[in-house]
């Protein structure tokens, strides 16, 4: 394999075409602009998109994340070392992409409802882990940790749309239907989103995808970890 060319140093008008060109490739990921361009696993409407259309906000997560003193600001201790366990098993590398580090910045600025969705997925995973195993998720073998991901993706999602409002003093046309109930694979996959979207707009993730901090191209070889993150 050719060794890759080394980029140059760049001065400050280079530095802001490289953040451009950062932002046009989060575009055209979120927007399937280029044909196999797509954040692998992240549904429209994740609350993950409001945070990839900010590249001021993304660069604010990862420079924190990087910081020598970094500590949680939203997580507590525990969660936060669950979650990098988790997201390591979802997406191999994210641990090297400080992924953890990186949700945890974003969901400070989030609102409470996003924030208390998270919390119920993180709960939930956790939650199974106790129930099959007695152990917290982070203290399972790693066949144990993928066996909880394999079921909890492979399960049946909510069923039914929430009810509907309807206008004061109207009569409903129909019965009412029960609020849509969350299941283990509805959490999987809001916990997938936070933990996809959050590698594949870091360096490492974006770098995996063709990124070369100068230019993006205009078709990806796609994601190579094995099962495709599913």
């Known amino acids: 394999m050719a060794k890759k060319p080394e980029l140059p140093i760049l001065d400050a008008r280079q530095s802001l075409t490289r953040r451009l060109n950062r932002r046009q490739w989060i575009e055209r990921?979120?927007?399937?602009?280029t044909a196999g361009l797509n954040f692998p696993g992240l549904a429209a409407a994740h609350p993950m998109h409001k945070h990839l259309g900010s590249v001021s906000r993304l660069d604010m997560a990862q420079a924190q994340a990087a910081a020598d003193d970094w500590k949680?600001?939203?997580?507590?201790?525990?969660?936060?070392?669950?979650?990098?366990?988790?997201?390591?098993?979802?997406?191999?590398?994210?641990?090297?992409?400080?992924?953890?580090?990186?949700?945890?910045?974003?969901?400070?600025?989030?609102?409470?409802?996003?924030?208390?969705?998270?919390?119920?997925?993180?709960?939930?995973v956790e939650g199974e882990?106790?129930?099959?195993?007695?152990?917290?998720?982070?203290?399972?073998?790693?066949?144990?940790?993928?066996e909880i991901l394999s079921v909890a993706s492979s399960a049946e999602p909510g069923s039914g749309p929430p009810a509907g409002r309807r206008r004061r003093g109207s009569a409903p046309s129909t019965p009412a239907r029960e609020p849509k109930k969350?299941?283990?694979?509805?959490?999987?996959?809001?916990?997938?989103?936070?933990?996809v979207g959050a590698y594949y707009s870091s360096e490492v993730g974006m770098r995996e995808l063709g990124w070369t901090g100068d230019f993006f191209f205009d078709s990806f070889p796609g994601c190579e970890h094995p099962g495709g993150h599913s």
């Open 29 to 33: 990921m979120l927007g399937g602009a």
């Open 72 to 124: 949680p600001e939203f997580l507590d201790r525990h969660q936060t070392e669950t979650l990098a366990v988790l997201a390591e098993r979802m997406v191999p590398g994210s641990s090297r992409a400080q992924v953890d580090r990186f949700i945890d910045t974003l969901l400070s600025v989030d609102t409470r409802e996003d924030q208390q969705r998270f919390m119920n997925s993180l709960s939930a």
């Open 129 to 146: 882990a106790l129930e099959r195993y007695g152990h917290p998720y982070q203290e399972l073998t790693e066949a144990q940790q993928n």
């Open 182 to 195: 969350e299941t283990l694979r509805d959490h999987f996959e809001n916990l997938k989103g936070w933990v």
